[in-house]
């Protein structure tokens, strides 16, 4: 959660009880981005970027 996002603080032990209270599925959908672009990492070598 980011704070101010919606006009109001969101302190970082409450954000992680709304987190914890979430079911592993709906966890998952977090993680599973980031894995998707590690392993895409790994096959492709690294990232570069070239400037047009």
């Given at each position: 959660m980011i704070p101010d996002?919606?006009?109001f603080e969101i302190s970082e032990e409450v954000a992680?009880?709304?987190?914890?209270?979430?079911?592993?599925a709906e966890q998952d959908k977090d993680s599973e981005p980031m894995e998707c672009l590690l392993a895409?990492?790994?096959v492709f070598d690294g990232?570069?970027?070239y400037r047009l």
């Open positions: 996002f919606s006009g992680a009880k709304n987190y914890e209270r979430l079911e592993k895409m990492l790994r990232v570069r970027l």
